[in-house]
């Protein structure tokens, strides 16, 4: 059984039903699925779309799901990395799937990039990312992650999945997350969170040590300067954002 590409395979039913459900609430007109593997999830999100475009690496897999879906107008597979592939090529979608473990962040990280006509994504990923991305201030599990995914949009968790829900079993817990995009992202959200990276950059400094390199002394005159990133929620970190770019066009 080939692990490599991170290859373990939902055979929970009722896993399948709660993540296809929540990909698609309602009639969906084009769906976006990354890794189909042998098609456990895609036979579930079929029945509610139009367009099913699957974005698979392993050609041997995307012979095998050819054959068993061959006859499906619906199905369009792309053999392809999907960190080479254009998320927005084939226009608004919702984007899904069980993820190959070893690339999370950097899947979720390109979801979370593209434009307001990308709604809504649920990613079956590793749970000990799924609790970073979720994590509320003041948590240990608040970071860099949290921030990005809650800046531009509401994350939920629906489902928490144990190793024996798949074929081979990984070695650790999982949890599909739901990701709604904000209506309102805010206008500068690449700006916010470059502030973000570095207020994280050294978890136990404060933010007065972590910022002031970058933004200079008018650091020392913000009332959370004692503080360190992880106390700062979402709108905090905006807030903050809005009174440099405030300060340093001032000056
Ligand atoms: N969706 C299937 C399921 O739930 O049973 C398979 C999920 S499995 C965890 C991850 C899938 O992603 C595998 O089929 C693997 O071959 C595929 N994969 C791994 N790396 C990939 C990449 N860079 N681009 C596209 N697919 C990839």
Redesign the pocket.
Known sequence: MPRK??????TSEAVLKRIAAAACPEHTERVVE?????G??TRHLLPHTNELHA????EV?VTRLRNQFHDNPKLYLHH????ETDLAQWGPAVIT????YY?TSPIVERFLSLGPDFKRAVFLMQLEVARRITAKPGSRDYGYLSVFAQLVSEVDTVVTVPPGAFSPPPKVDSAAVLFRRREVVPHLWRSVLKLASHAFAHKRKNLRNNLRPFYGAIIDNLPEVNLRAEQLSVEQFISLHDRLVSYTETA
């Open positions: 590409l991170g290859q373990h395979f939902l990354i890794g189909p593997g042998r456990a999830l974005v698979e690496l392993d897999l392809a990395n999907v960190l799937g069980n993820l190959p690339i």
